[in-house]
Nanobody, 122 residues
C-alpha cells in the first residue's frame, strides 16, 4: 500500500507560480509511474501531467503544456509539479496519484493522495 501526501497548494494571483510536492511512502517509489490530476468545483477529475518510473517519459494536458512542469526525485520518494503563469481556471484541488504505467485517465491510477487546494485569483 502506497501512501501519498501532497503539499504546496495555496492562494496565488493570476500569473503567479506555485510548486506542489507529493511525498510517497509504503512502497517502492521508483516502481510506480506518477501523475497529477485536478478537480475543480462541480467538475470531473481531469488529467494534468504524468511521468514514467525513470522520468524518461512525460505527458501533459494541452491546457497546461508550456506552463506546468512535472518532475520526480526517486531518491527522495517525491514527485513535483511546478505551476507557472497560473490562470483563474487552474483553480482546483490537485491530486497526486501512483500507477503501474503512464496513463492519462484517473481510472488507470492505483493510489491517490488527499489533494491540495490551489486557488488562483484574478
Amino acid at each position: 500500500q502506497v501512501q501519498l501526501v501532497e503539499s504546496g497548494g495555496g492562494l496565488v494571483q493570476a500569473g503567479g507560480s506555485l510548486r506542489l510536492s507529493c511525498a510517497a511512502s509504503g512502497g517502492t517509489f521508483s516502481s510506480y509511474a506518477m501523475g497529477w490530476f485536478r478537480q475543480a468545483p462541480e467538475k470531473e477529475r481531469e488529467f494534468v501531467a504524468t511521468i514514467s518510473r525513470s522520468g524518461g517519459s512525460i505527458y501533459y494536458a494541452d491546457s497546461v503544456k508550456g506552463r506546468f512542469t512535472i518532475s520526480r526525485d526517486n531518491a527522495k520518494n517525491t514527485v513535483y509539479l511546478q505551476l507557472n503563469s497560473l490562470k483563474p481556471e487552474d483553480t482546483a484541488v490537485y491530486y497526486c496519484a501512483a500507477g503501474r504505467t503512464v496513463v492519462v485517465t484517473p481510472g488507470g491510477m492505483l493510489y491517490w493522495g488527499k489533494g491540495t487546494l490551489v486557488t488562483v485569483s484574478s
